[in-house]
């Protein structure tokens, strides 16, 4: 049996997939949740990006990285595409923008082995993790507004939009959720 990833192999992989996207793609999910300070295990590595996942899987290629595309049905409200693979034991994803992202807004967050990558500002992944509207993105949410709660308001008018402010205010109101 083979011992888990450990975190020198997510940031290795973490890089190695900024590389290979370049400045069209930006760290966003669990990993972006951590950058911005609620520091949580996530076991997968998601970016969005600026570009066609035609490019996106060229760019994968380039850099000797497998992938596959996955397109949704937009009739049923899935997203339009999801490029999917493996690096260094954990899955990714690249999604497409699923709310307006301004680029020019991200953050660079140097990692401990020195090299840096481009991260979702903090109000884009609230909005992100709000339009996905799962209970770990709702927590995320939360946990995030703990450590930066100047955004609740703008947080709550985004929840108020999807339909989930009552939910949100919930976690936010659990003395468990610290």
């Not at 996207?21 to 970016?47: C, E, H, K, P, Q």
């Not at 899955?91 to 140097?110: E, G, N, S, Y």
């Amino acid at each position: 049996m083979s011992a888990p990833p450990d975190a020198r192999d997510l940031e290795h992989a973490v890089i190695r997939l900024a590389d290979a996207l370049g400045d069209a793609a930006l760290l966003i999910g669990g990993l972006a949740v951590s950058a911005w300070g609620y520091v949580r295990a996530t076991d997968d590595i998601d970016f969005v990006a600026s570009i066609p996942p035609a490019e996106v899987q060229q760019r994968l290629a380039a850099a000797g990285l497998a992938s596959h595309l996955l397109e949704g049905n937009l009739l049923d409200g899935d997203i339009p595409w999801c490029v999917k693979g493996r690096i260094g034991g954990f899955a990714f994803d690249v999604l497409p923008p699923l709310v307006p992202i301004d680029f020019d807004q991200a953050v660079t967050v140097r990692l401990a082995g020195r090299k840096s990558v481009r991260v979702v500002d903090l109000e884009t992944l609230l909005r992100l993790k709000l339009h996905a509207g799962g209970p770990q993105d709702l927590l995320d949410v939360a946990k995030l507004l703990r450590v930066h709660p100047g955004l609740v308001d703008r947080a709550r008018t985004v929840a108020e939009k999807y339909g989930l402010w009552a939910q949100l205010d919930r976690w936010l109101s659990d003395p468990r959720v610290r």
